[in-house]
């Protein structure tokens, strides 16, 4: 199903040609039929001789209303410039087909109405011939004209079998399973309540579908479906659409709204544009100018960052940075419009080349300039790998939907890249440096350039850890990936490929450089010597955790522990490591004989104090390997 405008000067009976070629007139409105002058966006239908189903969008020809015509022609696949044979090309008739032009509508044909009214053919002669003049330079250029006069019907086969031409040489609309629809018109029907309708792009959209109101994220459901007038089950990429939606009021929507599914779509504030000035643009554009961006159905106010030089001249392009009042959906390849705010004018436009930069950019950067370019007009394998390299760390269909490529070129594009090593794959569970030739959902693309500069910002986070705690065993893991700022499942995968290289050493929840150990000043082993001289004399009894502190410092302490050579059993009782296993063992021997044990038995088989045995026992409770019951206690797990 495919979509077409209807371009021209408002006396040049669009319309009438509307209504000759599908039986409905598109003027909605009372004052347009009382004025014959289209003033809002009209809507109408036919079928091709060839069966093929084509809406039809009537734009407003009025200069007062040219910005009514942006909102609603963005979504056509072929344009019908309709110019009155006894008029000949008029200015506006120019600035729709500079705006034809800077659209890049893909195909179309020029109408020459009201034949009927002229009767020197060498007249209409001379008017083919100023329009194919107008014509130079233009992506209509070439394209057929063809005589009509809409009030007597004659020629109006003519038109069906040029659209029906035009349409088969038009390119098939992208379907990246991402439904959008850019709202150009809400309505409440009585019974049904809020109707939105427009030109559905890129997906489909189905009955039930969970759907959200961008930018202002209202939420709703879909509740019907309508295409000329017909239900549908499912709206299909190109088609003009109408659609009910539930649990959305008509007070949380308006036209320039884009409805969609869920997640699929993030609003933006900055846009990195492309840009064309038209050649007989009154003015120059400066830095920091404000304008009037036209965006699919969407008005909105965009200053302009200029990109690289300090002015653009009619007829030069470059690049823009557009910051937006508010927020707008874009995808990379969009088509727009620039006006002057005041007064109106048509001064040029381009397409999008990334919907979400960064930042703001610094202006003559040279890096900056050719990221630029590639973005515009590199291969689909230049376009993946941008699209990885911003990402950082994206599933497939996240880097698709962002180049915005077709389903081949990205699957194209995705094996060249895996198979040079530019693209890394890191899925669950994976640590080897496999290309994989069949990759999960939840698998994750890597740019090399963004892992190299991930293993160094992580090795040199622990490395900086090790030198500002020497005397501990490793760093958190928890610690470090809070440092990294790192997605949470990437930073898993990732630490395990790092563990699995030997680049980092694991140890419990601890992370460290296989070359760091913990090492003591001969001053702090000579402490250290002389506490355990201590747990040698009195094994059983041995130092506080306060005297331990006082004696060798509270770090070296630290680490002693964390080493295991110090076992702390509570706040202030701790055992040498065999100590403990001695103490552990007999416990678990003295259980097994008598089967069970009170403290007071433990405090006299070991020759200590209650405070050590009693200690040691709640520490053993809490480790799972005895239980108590009342006073005396049983091992967990006799099998122990």
Same mark, same amino acid.
């Given at each position: ?13 669009? =319309? ?24 809002d966006l009209g809507f109408a239908w036919l079928t091709l001789p060839n069966g093929e189903e084509v809406g039809i969008v009537d734009v407003p020809g009025h200069r007062d209303f040219i910005e009514n015509m942006l909102s609603g022609i963005g979504g056509i696949d072929a ?54 003049? +107008?014509?130079?330079? $233009? ?32 390119? +098939? ?38 759907? #959200? ?13 309508? $295409? ?31 409805? +969609? ?31 009037? *961006? ?30 937006? $009042? ?19 004018? $048509? ?55 962002? +180049? =915005? ?80 700022? =790192? ?10 490929? *790092? ?52 004696? #060798? ?6 680490? *002693? ?80």
């Open positions: 199903m495919r979509v077409i405008g209807t371009a021209g000067h408002v006396d040049h009976g669009k =319309s009438t040609l509307v209504e000759a070629l599908t039986g409905i007139h598109p003027d909605r409105l009372k004052e347009e039929r009382e004025r014959e002058m289209t003033i344009a019908l410039l309709v110019i009155a044979a006894d008029e000949g090309i008029m200015p506006q008739t120019r600035e729709h087909l500079a705006i034809l032009d800077l659209l890049q509508v893909q195909s179309g044909f020029i109408v020459l109405n009201k034949i009927d009214l002229v009767d020197d053919g060498d007249w209409l002669d001379l008017v083919e011939e100023d329009i194919r003049q +107008a014509l130079i330079g $233009t992506i209509l250029e070439s394209a057929p004209i063809v005589r009509v006069s809409a009030r007597k019907r004659d020629g109006i086969q003519e038109v069906l079998q040029a659209l029906s031409a035009c349409l088969q040489e038009s390119p +098939a609309r992208l379907d990246l399973g991402r439904p959008r629809l850019p709202i150009d018109r809400v309505f409440t029907i009585q019974g049904f309540g809020t109707v939105v309708t427009g030109t559905l792009i890129d997906g489909q959209l189905k009955h039930g579908d969970e759907v #959200v109101i961008l930018p202002r994220g209202s939420k709703g459901r879909v509740r019907g479906l309508q $295409t000329h007038r017909q239900k549908e089950a499912v709206a299909v990429p190109g088609s003009r659409t109408a659609v009910n939606i539930s649990g959305v009021n008509l007070d949380d929507v308006m036209r320039g709204d884009v409805l +969609a599914h869920p997640n699929d779509y993030k609003p933006t504030g900055r846009l990195d544009v492309q840009f064309k000035l038209l050649s007989d643009a009154s003015k120059s554009i400066k830095h920091n100018m404000s304008f009037k *961006l036209f965006l699919g159905a969407t008005e909105v106010v965009a200053r302009a960052r200029l990109m690289g030089v300090e002015e653009l001249k009619p007829g030069e392009e470059g690049w823009l940075q557009l910051e937006t $009042t508010d927020k707008v959906v874009a995808v990379r390849n969009d088509r727009y419009i620039l006006r002057r705010l005041s007064p109106g004018e $048509t001064l040029g436009g381009g397409y999008v080349i990334d919907p979400h930069p960064k930042g703001r950019h610094k202006r003559f950067v040279p890096e900056t300039l050719q990221r630029f370019q590639t973005l515009a007009k590199g291969t689909p394998t230049e376009i993946f790998l941008q699209a990885v390299n911003h990402l950082g760390v994206a599933q497939y269909r996240e880097v698709v939907a962002r +180049a =915005s490529l077709d389903e081949l070129s990205a699957q194209q594009a995705f094996d060249t890249l895996v198979e040079s090593g530019q693209v890394l794959i890191f899925q669950a569970g994976e640590v080897s440096d496999d290309n994989f030739t069949t990759i999960s959902k939840e698998a994750l693309l890597v740019g090399k350039v963004f892992w190299d500069q991930f293993q160094i910002k992580l090795l040199d986070a622990i490395g900086e850890y090790h030198q500002a705690n020497p005397l501990k065993r490793g760093m958190p893991k928890e610690e470090l990936k809070s440092r990294l700022r =790192s997605l949470p499942r990437f930073y898993n995968i990732a630490l395990d490929k *790092l563990v699995f290289h030997d680049l980092v050493k694991e140890d419990g929840p601890l992370v460290a450089l296989p070359s760091h150990h913990i090492k003591f000043s001969e001053q702090q082993q000579r402490q250290i010597d002389g506490l355990f001289t201590q747990f040698k004399t009195n094994e059983f009894s041995p130092p506080s955790v306060k005297e331990c502190q006082n004696q #060798v410092g509270e770090q070296v302490y630290a680490a *002693l522990v964390d080493m295991s050579l110090l076992i702390q059993v509570s706040a202030d009782v701790v055992f040498s490591q065999a100590g403990y296993e001695n103490m552990v063992e007999g416990i678990k021997s003295l259980i097994r004989t008598n089967g069970e044990i009170t403290a007071a038995q433990v405090r006299d088989y070991f020759h200590t104090s209650r405070k050590y045995a009693l200690a040691l026992l709640e520490h053993l409770d809490s480790i799972g390997l005895t239980i108590r019951e009342g006073d005396t206690r049983h091992l967990r797990n006799p099998a122990n």
